[in-house]
């Protein structure tokens, strides 16, 4: 289905009709990371559209559908113009659970930890993959990101990392990872005003399984044990990634290139960023 048939039906959808358009598309489009420049300017009033329609009290296997369109779009670093802004930032933010600015950090937890349906945890999934590629794709939504405080609110995150569920956790770690990549001013906020360093090694612990017996030792695993899931695995090489950037400065040196070391241990294929 072309572009332009899905705009002007989404001009006077409902919420069943949306959800179908965009379900259509996504369903084509899924694998689709190279797009036709041509266009590019429908692709850009797609957003928005899209962003429009998570302004609304929509029910989440809308929001969920709307998420799945952005995040494909969100693929294409030129059309991310109605994305990268405040507004379309806050509504990211607000559909991944993500609490930022003045808003009180504290109730992330309770807030996660009411969510019911699939559906729901699905909606917080598909906007941290959307956040991951926005962040990734575009300097304006990294400053936004700067703006909007975001990474006080990711380690405010980090501290009930032990409540997460496998995709939540992968995801909002290599949020962080690619926000402290990209924006190496945000890493002296991140290391002394959040404390992100212990925060993320003690994310580490919870993920490895580690029990300290001394001070700088900790236990063997007992032969029965069985082997790091390979989910366990997968956040613990976003934790290591993110602590690299944070370490990575002459008096940390060694601390960078052990946290190195762990990545190239752990990694098992070289996927991209793009979600």
């Not at 379309?88 to 807030?111: C, F, N, S, Y």
């Not at 019911?116 to 956040?131: F, G, H, I, N």
């Not at 980090?158 to 990872?177: D, K, P, S, Y």
């Not at 008096?251 to 960078?256: A, D, G, P």
Request: charged fraction near 25%.
């Amino acid at each position: 289905m072309d572009l332009n048939g899905i705009l002007s039906q989404l001009e006077s959808a409902n919420e069943e009709d949306t959800e179908r358009l965009l379900h259509r598309y996504s369903q084509e489009n899924t694998q689709t990371f190279t797009f036709d420049q041509k266009e590019e300017a429908l692709r850009i009033k797609l957003c928005q559209s899209v962003l429009t329609v998570l302004g609304r009290q929509v029910q989440p296997s809308c929001q969920k559908t709307c998420l799945e369109t952005l995040r494909i779009l969100s693929r294409d670093k030129r059309v991310l113009g109605p994305v990268a802004t405040v507004e379309g930032m806050l509504v990211l933010t607000g559909m991944a659970m993500l609490r930022t600015g003045e808003e009180d950090w504290h109730k992330q937890e309770t807030t996660q930890d009411g969510l019911q349906s699939e559906e729901e945890k699905r909606v917080v999934v598909e906007a941290l993959k959307c956040l991951c590629n926005v962040v990734y794709n575009s300097a304006a939504a990294q400053q936004v990101c700067v703006d909007i405080q975001l990474a006080s609110s990711l380690c405010a995150s980090l501290r009930f990392a032990h409540t997460w569920q496998h995709e939540v956790g992968l995801f909002i770690l290599r949020l962080f990872f690619l926000l402290s990549a990209l924006r190496p001013d945000v890493r002296g906020v991140l290391r002394k005003d959040c404390q992100a360093v212990r925060l993320l090694t003690e994310v580490l612990e919870h993920i490895l399984y580690v029990h300290w017996v001394g001070t700088y030792e900790a236990a063997r695993p007992e032969p029965q044990d069985l082997p790091l899931p390979a989910e366990n695995n997968e956040r613990a090489m976003e934790a290591l990634k993110a602590l690299f950037n944070l370490t990575l400065s002459e008096s940390r040196n060694e601390v960078s290139i052990l946290c190195l070391c762990f990545v190239i241990m752990l990694t098992r294929s070289t996927a991209g960023f793009l979600c």
